[in-house]
């Protein structure tokens, strides 16, 4: 069956970096899209980022330039690079994989991704 499991989250300070990794197993990683999603209390979630087959990628304007989503098909494994983090980007970050293409107009939309890993919190503070 399709796992998705995140690491990397923690406590960081404002302008401070974090790296996210996300392992997946139960598919073959390497032909489908793969996403970052974050939620905070009492938010709807968000998409931040996502990266196709093709390894064309997308961002949520709020992190445009701060934040790198990458992919190793090799390891089977996404990544998000956070870089000048600041208190808003605090929340659970969520990994999740689909069957979507991403160009320049894609909007990171969580109906597009079926499969989901468990989060991990990231506090910026």
């Known amino acids: 069956h399709v796992q998705l499991v995140e690491s990397g989250g923690g406590l960081v300070r404002p302008g401070g970096s974090l790296k996210l990794s996300c392992v997946a197993s139960?598919?073959?990683?390497?032909?489908?899209?793969g996403a970052w999603f974050r939620q905070t209390p009492g938010k709807e979630r968000e998409g931040v980022a996502a990266?196709?087959?093709?390894?064309?990628?997308n961002y949520a304007a709020a992190v445009q330039g701060r934040f790198s989503i990458s992919r190793d098909n090799a390891k089977s494994t996404l990544y998000l690079q956070m870089n000048n983090l600041r208190p808003e980007d605090s929340g659970v970050y969520y990994c999740?994989?689909?069957?979507?293409?991403?160009?320049?107009?894609?909007?990171?939309?969580?109906?597009?991704?079926?499969?989901w890993g468990q989060g991990t919190q990231v506090t910026v503070s």
């Open positions: 990266i196709d087959e093709k390894g064309r990628t």
């Open positions: 139960g598919y073959t990683f390497s032909w489908y899209s």
């Open positions: 999740a994989a689909g069957d979507v293409e991403v160009d320049t107009d894609y909007d990171v939309a969580e109906s597009d991704f079926g499969y």
